[in-house]
C-alpha cells in the first residue's frame, strides 16, 4: 500500500522531528562557518548553463525578455560557476545553502530538487577541507542527538579520525584493480588495459564501455560498498581524467586533487583543489559535452563569463556536500524525501 502524502497531518507528525533535526544541524553548521571567517552568500539559481560534465543532466527553461524574446537558461546543479566568479571579484572564505537541480536523478538517495552546501577558502589546500567535513560530521550527529550516522543496516562513528586511502589504492584493495596501469604519463585512459583488468578481476566490461564507463562500474559495484563502514573514508586522488574541475596532483599528473568523503557506504561530499586554467577548463568542458552529446544527443552552452573570471580567479579549494544526505544519516531518515520540508511531487 502506498504511503500516505507528506502532507497528510498523521505523516507530517512522523517526519516532524526529523525536520527539526535538518534545522538545528542548519543552525550549528552555519555556527561554525561564521565562526571561521565564512561569509554567506545566495547565488541566483538560473544560469546560462547548468555545469558541464557529460552525465549531469540540467532542468531547462525560458526566460521571456522585455521584447518577448525567448532565451534559454537553466536550473543549476550546483552554484559553482556563479560562486567561482565571486572568488575573482574578492571574496575569499563563503560557502552557500543552494537548492539545486538534476535531472534523471530519483530515489532513496537522490531528489531532483536538494540542498547543497558548498564553500570554497582562497589560498588554502584541497586537504583543509577534509578537516571541515569532520567537523560537520561531528556537528549533524551532535545536533541530532546521535552517536551514529546510520544508512540502512550500516553505521559509521562521526567522531572517528576519517581513513584517507586513493581510488588507485582503494581499486586494489577491493576490486583487485591496478588502476594507475590502465593510464599514460600524462593521465590518457586506456580503455583496452582498464577491460583487461576488469577481466583477471572477474569483472565484466560491454564491448561499448568507455575507460570512463568502465570506471564507474567498478566504483559502484565494487568500491563504494565498503567506504565509510565504522569510520569516515575520504577517497582521494580521483584519475585527472574524472576531476573536470580540479588541479593536477603536483607530484603525479595522471591524478587530480580531488577527493569525495563516504559514510555509511553514501557519497557525501565532493572537494577539489581548483582548477584556475581557463584554457585547460574550457578543454574539459569540451570533452565532456562531446561525450554528453555521444552518449545522450545533447549538450549545454559554456558559460563564457566563467571561464573569463578563472583567468582572475585565485587558488582555491572548494567543496560541495549533500546536505539532505548528512541529515538522513545523523537522522537515520531510510529516504531523501523524509528529511526534505516539503519533497518534490
Known amino acids: 500500500m502506498p504511503a500516505s502524502p507528506w502532507w497528510q497531518p498523521h505523516r507530517h507528525a512522523d517526519r516532524r522531528p526529523l525536520l527539526l533535526a535538518r534545522n538545528r544541524i542548519q543552525t550549528a553548521l552555519r555556527g561554525w562557518l561564521l565562526a571561521e571567517g565564512f561569509t554567506e552568500v545566495d547565488p541566483a539559481a538560473l544560469q546560462i548553463s547548468p555545469g558541464n560534465e557529460a552525465h ?13 524574446a525567448a532565451r534559454r537558461m537553466y536550473l543549476h546543479t550546483s552554484p559553482e560557476f556563479a560562486m567561482k566568479k565571486l572568488l575573482a571579484a574578492g571574496e575569499t572564505r563563503i560557502a552557500a545553502f543552494a537548492h539545486v537541480w538534476r535531472n534523471r536523478e530519483r530515489g532513496p538517495l ?22 571541515d567535513c569532520a567537523a560537520f560530521l561531528r556537528l549533524a550527529a551532535q545536533a541530532a ?38 593510464l599514460d604519463p600524462l593521465g590518457e585512459p586506456d580503455a583496452a588495459a582498464l577491460a583487461q583488468a576488469m577481466a583477471r578481476a572477474g569483472l565484466k566490461a560491454a564491448a561499448d564501455d568507455t575507460w570512463s564507463d568502465m570506471l564507474s ?38 591524478v587530480a586533487e ?18 584556475t586554467d581557463p584554457a585547460e577548463q574550457r578543454r574539459r568542458f ?42 538522513m544519516l545523523a537522522t537515520g531518515a531510510p529516504r531523501i524525501d523524509e528529511v526534505i520540508w516539503a519533497p518534490v511531487p
Not at 544508512?151 to 594507475?180: K, M, N, W, Y
Not at 559495484?221 to 584519475?239: A, C, F, M, S
Not at 563516504?262 to 565532493?270: D, F, I, S
Open 56 to 68: 549531469l543532466h540540467g532542468f531547462a527553461t525560458d526566460a521571456i525578455g522585455n521584447d518577448g
Open 110 to 131: 537522490h531528489s531532483p530538487e536538494f540542498t547543497m552546501l558548498e564553500w570554497y577558502r582562497v589560498g588554502e589546500s584541497y586537504e583543509v577541507l577534509m578537516d
Open 145 to 182: 542527538g546521535a552517536d551514529l550516522l546510520r544508512f540502512r543496516d550500516a553505521t559509521c562513528d562521526p567522531f572517528a579520525v576519517p581513513e584517507r586511502l586513493s581510488v588507485a589504492e582503494a581499486f586494489q584493495r577491493h576490486a583487485g584493480i591496478d588502476l594507475l596501469a590502465t
Open 217 to 254: 562500474r567498478v566504483l559502484v559495484e565494487k568500491v563504494e560498498p565498503h567506504l565509510g563502514h565504522g569510520q569516515p573514508t575520504i577517497l582521494d586522488r580521483y584519475p585527472a581524467a574524472e576531476a573536470a574541475l580540479a588541479r593536477r596532483a603536483p607530484d603525479d599528473p595522471r
Open 258 to 275: 580531488r577527493f569525495e568523503l563516504y559514510a555509511c557506504g553514501v557519497e557525501l561530499a565532493n572537494g577539489f583543489g581548483e582548477l
Open 286 to 327: 569540451q570533452a565532456e559535452m562531446a561525450e554528453k552529446a555521444r552518449v545522450y544527443g545533447e549538450s549545454y552552452p559554456l558559460d563564457e563569463e566563467f571561464l573569463a573570471a578563472l583567468a582572475s580567479m585565485p587558488q582555491a579549494s572548494g567543496i560541495a556536500m549533500g546536505f539532505d544526505r548528512l541529515v
